[in-house]
Nanobody, 114 residues
Framework: QVQLVESGGGLVQAGGSLRLSCAVS????????MGWYRQAPGKQRELVAN??????NYADSVKGRFTISTDSSKNTVYLQMGSLKPEDTAVYYC?????????WGQGTQVTVSS
């Protein structure tokens, strides 16, 4: 199993930026998939961005505004978020799949004020 610890959430004004970090308990090279999801109040958890075999994928709602990246020396996955909108407000979760098993972090709150 993989342990994931998110950080970097907070309160930001619309148009601002935040960078989320996800510390991974094992080498990110061993992971099949790494990604970020979010869940807003009353809504289902949705995919924001992920990396599969070095290929990045983004939800249409964040394309051009968010960037997912990794630092293998730190075993960390990042989500750089820009041009934030109030509708980006949610709890953001890091996700990793290792040998077919999906693991989740505890989540970090992102609140975008208008």
């Amino acid at each position: 199993q993989v342990q994931l610890v998110e950080s970097g959430g907070g309160l930001v004004q619309a148009g601002g930026s935040l960078r989320l970090s996800c510390a991974v308990s094992r080498s990110i090279f061993s992971l099949n998939v790494m990604g970020w999801y979010r869940q807003a109040p009353g809504k289902q958890r949705e995919l924001v961005a992920n990396i599969i075999n070095s290929s990045t994928n983004y939800a249409d709602s964040v394309k051009g505004r968010f960037t997912i990246s990794t630092d293998s020396s730190k075993n960390t996955v990042y989500l750089q978020m820009g041009s934030l909108k109030p509708e980006d407000t949610a709890v953001y979760y890091c996700n990793a799949i290792f040998r077919g098993v999906s693991s989740w972090g505890q989540g970090t709150q992102v609140t975008v004020s208008s």
